[in-house]
């Protein structure tokens, strides 16, 4: 197996082709094997290189209305009556703790997205 560290950006892409050509690879092969270990070498390289910052909760919960279709009125529950819905929305008012729990069973937006306020 010809295995190499990730050093520079052109590894990083040389080592992504190769990943795109070994994706059939079956468990347990050679193949799947190299396949195992050149994700844990592109894994370790992104943690390191692309940081995944969790994104905003007013902005988090946007995009999830936007997707799915939602009013203020799909809100309330979870928020309070429109006018506090779109006083959060224009932050004008602080997610609370009961909030963010009801948010995130209701539309199951990730708890930490939503504590970065």
């Known amino acids: 197996m010809d295995i190499k560290p990730i050093r520079t950006e052109q ?21 799947g094997d190299r396949l195992d270990v050149l994700t844990t070498l592109v894994e370790a390289w992104e943690r390191g290189h692309y940081s995944m910052e969790a994104p905003d909760p007013i902005e988090a919960i946007k995009f999830v209305m ?16 429109a006018n506090r819905v779109y006083e959060v929305l ?9 909030m963010i729990k009801r948010l995130h069973k209701g539309l199951g937006i990730p708890a ?3 504590l970065a306020a």
């Not at 590894?11 to 193949?31: K, Q, W």
């Open 112 to 114: 930490e997205s939503l």
């Open 90 to 98: 224009n932050r004008k008012r602080p997610l609370t703790l009961n």
């Open 11 to 31: 590894d990083y892409e040389e080592t992504l082709r190769i990943i795109s050509t070994l994706m059939n690879a079956g468990f347990g092969t050679p193949e």
């Open 66 to 81: 936007e997707q799915r279709g939602l009013e203020v009125k799909d809100l309330v529950p979870m928020i309070g009556q």
